[in-house]
């Protein structure tokens, strides 16, 4: 006699590690976005990682994209890299996706809220300050 098919047991970690890199390289962007504005050599350092980019650098009709190159560049590798990481931590645990699906959301405004520059800059240049940047 044959037993009854099991039902496959679903894991909640990959869900949760895959929405936690998404907003990992969303703060990355940010936080990338308000040291590019602190000096142009903060700016040059993250434009450097962008190089690679076509439309990085140059003139002409198109312009250039400058910084924003390094910025999504340091995203995307924060975005592969957090996912790889927590994927293989965490493919087999069961998290709650309830509390997750609140954490997201409370982070994911707060981290929009960050690119509101009259909120975030008296905290950018605060923390600026502390570390004596102009």
Do not use: C, N
């Not at 890199?21 to 990338?32: K, V």
């Not at 003139?59 to 590798?77: F, N, Q, V």
Request: proline share 7%; hydrophobic share 45%; net charge positive.
């Amino acid at each position: 006699m044959q037993k009854p098919p099991q039902p496959q047991s679903f894991f909640t970690g990959p869900v949760v590690a895959a929405s936690l890199s998404l907003l990992l390289a969303f703060l990355t962007l940010l936080i990338t976005h308000h040291i590019s504005r602190l000096s142009p050599g903060l700016d040059k350092l993250i434009h450097s990682y962008g190089y690679w980019i076509p439309g990085s650098t140059g003139k002409g009709p198109d312009g250039s994209i400058g910084s924003y190159s390094g910025k999504e560049t340091l995203a995307i590798t924060v975005w592969l890299g957090s996912w790889l990481i927590f994927h293989v931590l965490w493919r087999k645990q069961e998290l709650s996706l309830q509390i997750w699906t609140r954490i997201f959301i409370i982070s994911l405004v707060a981290i929009t809220l960050g690119f509101f520059h009259p909120l975030s800059d008296p905290i950018v240049l605060f923390i600026a300050g502390f570390f004596g940047l102009p």
